[in-house]
């Protein structure tokens, strides 16, 4: 029998409120050293605060209960104190500053001094080694505005392993990663397991869990339900399911309720040039429809140019335009600006909520309205009763966890933040929908309900763009899969006829692949 390994933390009843809610309800967990401990929830259920608490963010004295950590009590009050202690944290909204290098924001109030000050030749050699553990090819004087959101995810990663880290939290980690670099990420977990570093992974991603978890606490309503242990071998998708929502889900994709329509929406011939690098282009001639009632898939590893072709049509957000059209109904349209793909009935829900979709400084209700208030406005005047009630019956259709649509939208968890933004571009009444990554950082029960909003979208005649890092929700939700490899669509096909194995050869092409 397997000997019991010492507990490296213990929290002890702990109670976490807010104005108007109880976000943790006498919570005790209890996480073995040397283990990777993985935390499960609905949106909203706690997951978050839980290890906001842990780490500082959330000071003590702001929260009731006890923490022990290492065989003592702890008493952080700032983030830094818990990271002196060994205790690293990297957030679901990353923590990065876009104007400094990734090597600046890597070792950022933690440079080697030399004689003469920061020592940037260990920097950045440092930063390479370090670079290289988490698998991103990237120049480390490259600025961080000037990288995605997944290799942003990777220097957070790479920014917590350059700390003498003994206690790792990673708040949906995978979330913005391909399948690839998602394994690599879990395969340095397992390996940092093995010297001794402690892991707790908050994640929705739930057979990752799964493959790499020594345990599993489940949260629900901001109370510990349960601590699963894997190593019985009688957890599965569905028991940790239903465990996080009290129920068992059914069939997590909706059916399709009719045959798609007419070609509406169509683009031809699309180029455009990377915004630094004039010799890259991100989109190579790419063409490419949308019939009513249809959900489209996009399909590609991450930097494959499934995001910057969609920024570049939903008014040339992203680079720089060299050609191609783009038709709805027959007719030619003009997208030079947010505001006229607006006005031709086209929305898109950004792949970074916190940036691109939403103003942090809002409520709820401001949110929901602001990408087209003049449904509202009367004489210049926003009708406010009209927009409260507008703001609450999204609030109710898409079950956004927050007691009234007057919270500001930094109260919310990701997932509920998410929601938001797909209610604000609802609520400006498209003709197609482009959704960039819209499950990620969302929990398996609210995916089951947005794919159900989804489809009732396109069973209302709606066109529906979909681009995913996940295949099987691909294969469950699209009716057609384009596939992108290096800015260039290299297949479509129907997600009937499609499966994981045919995405991924479409996706990464060899010479000897038919495309």
């Not at 295949?471 to 290096?486: K, M, Q, S, V």
Request: glycine residues 10%; negative net charge.
């Amino acid at each position: 029998m397997e000997q019991a390994r010492p507990i490296i933390l213990s929290m002890r009843h702990i109670t976490k409120e807010f104005p108007g809610v109880r976000a943790l309800d006498d919570v005790t967990l209890e996480v073995a050293k040397g283990t990777i401990h993985a935390i499960c929830g609905e949106n909203g259920a706690g997951k978050s605060t839980l290890m906001k608490v842990l780490s500082g963010v959330y000071p003590h004295g702001s929260f009731d209960g006890e923490i022990v950590y290492q065989g003592e009590p702890v008493a952080f009050g700032r983030i830094n104190d818990s990271e002196r202690a060994g205790i690293v944290i990297i957030h679901q909204e990353l923590a990065l500053i876009p104007e400094l290098s990734i090597a600046e924001n890597i070792f950022l109030g933690n440079e080697p001094r030399g004689f003469l000050g920061i020592d940037w030749d260990t920097v950045r050699a440092r930063s390479r080694e370090l670079l290289a553990r988490v698998g991103l090819d990237e120049d480390p004087d490259t600025q961080v505005k000037n990288i995605g959101v997944g290799k942003q995810q990777l220097v957070e990663i790479a920014k917590a392993l350059e700390k003498d880290v003994r206690l790792l939290i990673l708040d949906e980690p995978t979330a913005a990663l391909n399948e690839g670099d998602s394994r690599h990420l879990l395969d340095l977990l397992v390996g940092l397991r093995s010297k001794g570093v402690t892991s707790i992974m908050i994640s929705h991603k739930l057979n990752e869990i799964e493959a790499v978890s020594d345990a599993i606490t489940i949260i629900r309503d901001g109370k510990a339900i349960e601590t699963l242990d894997i190593r019985d071998g009688a957890v599965d998708e569905d028991r940790i399911i239903r465990g996080m929502v009290g129920r068992t889900l059914g069939n997590r994709f909706p059916d399709r309720a009719g045959q798609a329509g007419e070609v509406f929406f169509e683009v031809r011939d699309w180029t455009v040039q990377h915004p630094l690098t004039a010799e890259r282009l991100v989109a190579k001639q790419s063409s490419f429809t949308v019939r009513r009632g249809e959900v489209v898939g996009f399909a590609g590893l991450m930097g494959a140019g499934r995001t910057e072709l969609a920024m570049s049509i939903f008014g040339r957000q992203y680079g720089t335009w060299l050609g191609g059209t783009v038709l709805k109904d027959g007719q030619e349209i003009q997208l030079r600006s947010v505001s006229e793909a607006i006005s031709h009935g086209i929305a898109y829900v950004s792949e970074d909520r916190k940036a691109l979709g939403l103003n942090l400084l809002d409520t709820i209700k401001r949110s929901i309205v602001s990408a087209k208030l003049g449904k509202i406005a009367h004489g210049g005047v926003v009708d406010s009763l009209e927009e409260t009630s507008i703001a609450e019956a999204y609030r109710q259709q898409l079950r956004i966890k927050a007691p009234t649509v007057e919270m500001g939208v930094d109260t919310l968890s990701g997932g509920n933040q998410q929601k938001v933004v797909l209610a604000k571009w609802m609520f400006t009444d498209p003709d197609l929908l482009i959704l960039d990554e819209p499950t990620r950082g969302i929990d398996v029960g609210a995916k089951t309900e947005i794919y159900q909003i989804v489809r009732e979208l396109a069973d209302a005649g709606k066109g529906v763009i979909l681009i995913s890092s996940e295949l099987p929700e691909l294969l469950g939700l699209a009716d057609r899969i384009y596939t992108i490899f290096e800015g260039r669509i290299t297949g479509e096909i129907r997600a009937a006829d499609a499966d994981q194995e045919t995405l991924m050869r479409r996706m990464a092409p060899t010479k000897g692949d038919d495309a």
